[in-house]
C-alpha cells in the first residue's frame, strides 16, 4: 500500500511551527515559557526544528537517505526517525552501544523502532569507519545518503542545524532581557546566538550546560558560529554564555533539587520537565537568577523538549545512597509508620535516630518523583565481630508488591559484603511474620531471643573466604 499525502513542499511549511510563549508565577521577575515541547510533532522538541532543517537541506543536495548519530534512545533519534518515515525517506542510525552491553528501552527508542528506522551499533572507539562503511553500503545500493553532521569525522555540517533556532530567534527577538535554555550539542543556543548576531539583538543568552564544561562548550558554540557566518555574512560570535555549575557529574546525571523542580513544575505550572535536559536547565536557570541577583527582568525559559524522557522518569523508581541527614530524615520520618512496631510508638527520638545514622551508619532510599518510598539503614562498622547491623527497613504501603524490599536487602548485603562484614544481624518482633518470611527466603535464622517480644536473626554472608560458588 502506497501512502499518499501532501507534498513535501507544503509539509515544510506547515512546519515552520509557532508555540506558545506563557507566563508563570514569580514574585522576582517576569518568566515566560516558550513551549517547544509542544511542536505538534512526535512529541516536539527542538529536535524536531532541528530534523526538518537536515532533511530540508538533504532535498537541496539531491540525497535521498538520511543517516544520523546518536544513542538509540535520543530525542534527535526519535524526531528524525518519525519525520523520516513520513516523507518516506530511508532512515539509518549509527548508534553507540551501551558500555555494559545492555540495551535499555526508552519511550524514544521504541518509537525510533516503530519507525522502522534501520540501527548500526558500534564501538564508542569505532564511530568514524562504521559511518564510512554504513555510506559505503547505501552508495553501493546506489542511494544517496546524507550524513547530518557532515563528513565521518562529524565536520563540514555544523551551520545546517543552526538554522532552525535562527527561526526561532526571529519570532522572539526583542522580548526578554534573558533567554536561558538547556546546551548540551549546542546547535539550539548556536542558532539562538547567530540569530542574536545577525538582528544586532540584545538579550543575554544563557546556556545552562547538561554535558560539557564551559570551556569545551564555548569553543564547540565558538566553531560552528564561525561555520555559520562564513555562509551568510561574517557576524560577530556575541558573547557565549554557558553556565556549567549545574552539570552535577555530567550528562544525564541529577539531583535532589532538580527532582524537586521537576516535581513542582509539574504540579504547580503542569509542565513536564525531565532530569537530563529541561529539568537541569530549569533549576540551573533558577540558580542563576538567585546567585546574580537578577531582579524584575523579563526572562524567557526555551522548553527544548524531550516529553519521552518526563514519561521514562515517571516510570523509574531509583535507589539511591541517602547523601545528607535531610534526606535521611525525611525517608525516616515518611517511613518510620511502617515499622512494627513504628518509632514513634517505641518513643525514639527520629531527629537523633536519623543524624546518627547519617553519621555512623548508611542509608539507601528508593525514590520516585524524588520522594522517598522505601528505606534500608544499618551500620558497618563493627570490625570485631565483622557484623553488620541492620537498623531500619520499610516499604510505603503502595510500594509494596513491588520487590523493592529484595532489592534493599540485596544492596545492604552486597555492601556488607564489600565493607569485609561475615554476618547481618536484625532484631524483628515475634509476631511479625512477614518481614521474618522475607529474611527467611534471605538465609537468615533465629538466634535467640532479643526480648520477650523479638527475636535476633542473622545471616552468614558468602563473602569470598567462603570459596565463590
Ligand atoms: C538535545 C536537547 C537539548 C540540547 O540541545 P542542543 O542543541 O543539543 O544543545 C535540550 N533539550 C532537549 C529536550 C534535547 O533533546
Redesign the pocket.
Known sequence: MTRKGISMQDDFKLMQYKTPVVQIPNDDNDIYIKRDDLIPFSFG???VR?ALEFISDMKKQGKDCIVGYGNAR???SRALANLCYQFKIPCHIISPADEDGTRIDTYNSKMVLACNAEFHYCKKTNVKETIEQVLKELRDKGLKPYYIYGDSAGKGNEHT?LRAYVKVYEDIKGQFDYIF?????????GGLLAGKAIHGGTEKIV?IS?ARNSIQETAVLKNSLECFSTRIQKIDCGEINVEDAYLCDGYGTYNRQIEKTIHQQLICNGMPL?PT??GK?FWGMQEYIKKNKILGKKVLFIH???TP?FFDYMNGIRLLEAPSKEAVEEAVIRLENRLVPSLTDRKINISQYSEKLAHYGKVWTHYDMGKPVSIIAGYFNDETTRTAYLSMLAVAEEYQGKRLASSLLSEFEDYAIKSGMNYVKLEVRKHNFVAQKLYNKFGYKIIGDASDTSYYMQKTLENLSGGGH
Do not use: F
Open positions: 522538541g527542538n529536535k532541528i535520543s530525542n534527535l542545524p535554555l538547556a546546551t548540551g550539542t549546542g546547535m539550539t543556543q546556556g547538561v525531565d535536559y529541561t536547565a527544548t523538549g524531550g524522557l
